[in-house]
């Protein structure tokens, strides 16, 4: 799974939300690192939702715009626990190896 | 409309038409929300990133993407095939090249790269090695499942191809036209091994496919070779054969064996021609006559150049009679083009 697949997903989680909402959490999320251009964005939400990862919720206009909501699905989660999980994983057996070094350095 | 908004909705129509039907006012909304603030007075204009980013989207679109339409996906096949068929042929020429200089070099004792170190001769072979193993390990890095250290590696072979050229002389436009030879598989295969594009299905053993080609190949064009030195070989047979051991005389000779096997297939059900198989020979047709007709001599002055310029004039006429039934087949073959109105269609939205 790509960053940017990941950071959309996470974005998702707490409610559905519509195209620049996704770019806005997902800047918030990476800390300002991860800037979300348009096209990306489509570009990833067209696989997410081809895998059935993220769904249509609802559409509605503002201010004479539209406005797409998505959602994350079931298998969606799954896919993001599962990815999260893993890097949790690399993020853990890292850590420990640092810990090791300095350790050792340290001696 | 806002000047931003008309500037971004020209952007949006790099996006194919049916993508832009079920799209684009959701994509003019997102961008406009994240724009806020400019006036027509700012002359603001989408940034660089964003039309890039929108130029990406399409060309994934087009070339077979996520959820993408039949024909676009006939379409990605297709330029994903033109890259492995051009990047083999390349693997399959340079090996049979590296076996030979290999070979001989074993033979007369002589290095494979001669000549005094960082000497201009040394230089030069060392690039022409370099580059032939480059060939070889992007085909074998594409077989083996990693596209994205095959792009790498091919325009890194490129970039060896085409290095040696910037310094100019006779011969230069010559040369960058039949370098299209190696930039159109390279182009193909980072255009259509995107992201969203499904992985290389190749068995196994394909990564040793330069190997079993390249070994026959060598043996043959050795023989030939040996043939054409000795004197009890008519010249006249030998000008007949010529043509054909030169790098654009190989590629001829690949491409009409291709061209015959695919035209020669019969669709196993009725109008069920898979498109993707004549539409990447006919792509290929356009680098292999265009390399062709650099090389091509029409200044003869004797009757061996002028049977070897009739030879190549065959093969050139070949090419480009395979290239036209290869195109009218796959143009027959391809899946409609999606139509605008798709059933992505926004439905009229309800009001907040």
Sequence with gaps: MTEPAFLVLTALVDAPLHGYGIVQEVGKLSGGRVELKIGTLYGVLDRLAAEELVALDREEARQGRLRRYYRLTESGARALEAEAARLAENVRSARERLRVRHAGGMA | ?352
């Design chain 2, 1 to 352: 409309m806002s000047l931003l908004e008309d500037r971004y909705r020209n952007v949006l129509r790099l996006l194919p038409a049916s993508y832009r039907a079920g799209r684009e006012e959701e994509m003019v909304g997102a961008f406009l929300e994240g724009s806020s603030g400019l006036s027509d007075a700012d002359n603001p204009r989408p940034r660089w990133s964003e039309i890039a980013s929108v130029a990406a989207l399409s060309l994934r679109v087009r070339l077979g993407g996520a959820g993408a339409a039949p024909r676009f996906i006939a379409w990605g096949r297709a330029v994903r095939l033109v890259a492995v068929l051009g990047l083999l042929f390349h693997a399959t020429v340079s090996c049979a090249w590296l076996l030979y200089a290999v070979l001989d070099s074993w033979s007369t004792g002589r290095p494979v790269v001669g000549g005094e170190i960082w000497s201009a001769e040394w230089v030069s072979q060392a690039a022409w090695t370099i580059g032939h193993l480059l060939w070889i390990a992007v085909f074998v890095t594409l077989a083996r499942g990693r596209p994205r250290a095959a792009k790498v590696l091919a325009l890194l072979a490129l970039a060896s191809f085409y290095a040696p050229l910037l310094q100019g002389g006779p011969g230069t436009g010559d040369a960058v036209v039949h370098g299209l030879l190696f930039a159109v598989p390279a182009l193909a295969l980072v255009a259509g091994f995107h992201r969203d594009a499904p992985p290389p299905r190749l068995p196994r053993w394909a990564a040793a496919l330069p190997v079993v080609t390249g070994v026959p190949l060598y043996v043959i064009t050795s023989a030939l070779g040996s043939l054409g030195m000795s004197e009890s070989v008519d010249w006249r047979l030998w000008s007949w054969v010529w043509p054909w051991l030169s790098n654009s005389g190989t590629a001829c000779l690949a491409f009409l064996v291709a061209s015959a096997i695919c035209l020669g297939r019969r669709p196993r059900v009725p109008g069920g021609r898979d498109p993707s198989p004549p539409l990447a020979l006919a792509i290929l047709s356009v680098p292999v006559t265009l390399a062709h007709v650099a090389y091509l001599t029409i200044d003869t002055v004797d009757p061996a150049t002028r049977t070897m310029a009739a030879v190549s004039l065959g093969q050139l006429v070949a090419v480009l009679l395979c290239g036209l039934a290869l195109t009218r087949v796959s143009v027959r073959a391809l899946p409609a083009p999606p139509c605008p109105p798709c059933p992505k269609r926004p439905r009229r939205p309800r009001s907040t």
